[in-house]
């Protein structure tokens, strides 16, 4: 076997009923010289178990009782993380075959400091629902963080805020983004599962973490905009807060603004019969 090219870096909790699809999916990837790096935070239900029955070198798990969060469980797995590209998986997702395949073309001959790519959205039923892809504004391009893979050498720039329980990735894109070469890859190399009900809970998590995040950057002045720029930026985060606060009191005008773009328009027919064997294979097996 050859020596590892990627460190798949996992944080888990109370996920055992992904655990061996997330195994599986690893192991379907065309590209297998990989080390998986999982951190247990905390679970309570049968995932150490399950994690400890698989019998791969390769795997290498790190457990500790009480739960700290996905931005302390990162934070401790990148310090495991030992080889030339570190890659986010995240255990609840579905990433296509390829999709280590494209990271190393793009790190490794292309010389790209990170990979991101799009993601195909779905229900917990494996319904689609739309892509996620990238958009800019005034201070970042954005992507989808489970979709991250990024050179060893940049790793003091990925570190996640472990206080966070959502958004702890907003500082990594922003100075990722702006000061670092990315291949931001147009086709779908995940199924990013989730459920709108949940989300707003979480997107209201999140946006409190980004407020956090973008006036830490702006008063350290990791990111320099004009004072007119920041009065936008500003501006934008207080009426998305208002926003959101409305939403909880009626959740059903927030599932309206969620907008995905449409699935004839953003993916190949080709890639999406792929797509659709792919989830056919997983549905019969797990669902």
């Known amino acids: 076997m050859n020596e590892p090219v990627f460190s798949i870096l996992t944080p888990t909790y109370n996920c055992s009923k992904f655990i061996i699809r997330s195994y599986e999916c690893l192991l379907s990837q065309t590209n297998q ?51 030339d590209i570190i890659v986010v998986w995240d255990i609840d997702d579905i990433y296509l075959p390829e999709r280590l395949e494209f990271i ?24 689609f629902k739309g892509v996620r892809g990238f958009y800019e504004n005034k201070l970042f391009k954005s992507f989808v963080h489970p979709t991250l893979a990024f050179k ?18 907003l500082n990594i894109m922003i100075l990722l983004s702006n000061n670092y070469k990315g291949c931001y890859f147009s086709k779908n190399l995940m199924l990013y599962f989730e459920d709108r009900e949940i989300n707003l809970n979480k997107t209201r998590q999140m946006h409190a973490s980004h407020s956090l995040t973008i006036n830490r950057l702006l008063k350290e002045k990791l990111v320099s905009f004009e004072l007119k720029d920041k009065i936008i930026i500003k501006m934008s985060l207080f009426f998305k807060k208002i926003a959101l606060s409305i939403f909880l009191i009626k959740p059903s005008l927030y599932l309206k603004t969620v907008q995905y773009r449409k699935i004839e328009n953003s993916v190949a027919t080709a890639e999406l019969k792929d797509i659709l064997i792919i989830i056919q294979k997983y549905k019969e097996k797990y669902f």
Do not use: H, P
């Open 33 to 83: 010289n990989w080390e998986w790096i999982i951190v247990n935070d905390g679970s309570t239900d049968d995932s150490e178990l399950i994690l400890n029955q698989i019998n791969d070198v390769r795997v290498k798990v790190y457990s500790y009782q009480k739960n700290k969060g996905r931005g302390y469980a990162r934070n401790l797995g990148l310090g495991y993380c030992q080889n």
């Open 104 to 127: 190393y073309k793009a790190i490794v001959i292309d010389d790209f400091d990170f990979f991101v790519s799009q993601a195909l959205v779905v229900d917990n039923n494996f319904n």
């Open 152 to 169: 060893k050498s940049i790793r003091n720039v990925i570190t996640y805020d472990k206080n966070m329980k959502a958004g702890e990735d």
